[in-house]
């Protein structure tokens, strides 16, 4: 079969040219014989924090506290949105709004407001939106993929 090595491009690749690329900030994690107890990925964090502060300097850290993470689930006939806001006091400040292709929240601090995209098309009447423990959860029903027919009367001259 011959020797792996020879054809794998991984030990191909010039890596002094790539750290070079990268600025020398590459920190590969310490192994564990080394009896650094440090988490082997703590170090992506990092650059990645300084990769953003180099392209966008100007862009606040505290801009982003603002929005909140959330997570979108598939059902067969419904999506389920859940949106993490951990303060209660700042959740009743939120207005939520929705159109067939979005979420909407506005009443953020700062008179900020963010959008969440849905993964299909929903029936916004349809949503049961329910707060607990921190958590903001939207029942949204699908829209059928296939319209139902509508009857149209013709009128005759």
């Keep these: 079969m011959g020797d792996s090595k020879n054809n794998n491009s991984f030990f191909d690749m010039n890596w002094k040219q790539f750290e070079q690329f990268f600025n020398g900030k590459l920190p590969f994690p310490a192994s564990p014989l080394s009896g650094d107890n ?3 990925v703590s170090w992506v964090e990092g650059y990645i924090k300084d990769v953003l502060n180099q392209a966008l300097p100007n862009v606040e850290v505290q801009a982003l506290k603002h ?3 959330s997570e979108i689930f598939d059902t067969h006939n419904n999506i389920i949105a859940k949106i993490h806001i951990p303060d209660k006091v700042q959740a009743r400040k939120i207005q ?5 292709y979005q979420i909407r ?4 601090p700062d ?10 098309q929903i029936v916004p009447n349809s949503c049961k939106a329910v707060y607990k423990n921190g958590i903001l959860q939207l029942h ?3 829209q059928s993929l296939d ?4 009857d149209v009367d013709i009128r005759f001259t």
């Design 38 to 40: 440090k988490d082997p």
């Design 105 to 108: 929240l506005e009443g953020l």
């Design 147 to 150: 319209p139902p027919y509508t």
């Design 67 to 69: 929005h909140f993470h």
């Design 111 to 120: 008179d900020k407001t963010q959008t969440i995209r849905l993964s299909n």
């Design 96 to 100: 939520l709004k929705l159109n067939p």
């Design 140 to 142: 949204m029903r699908k």
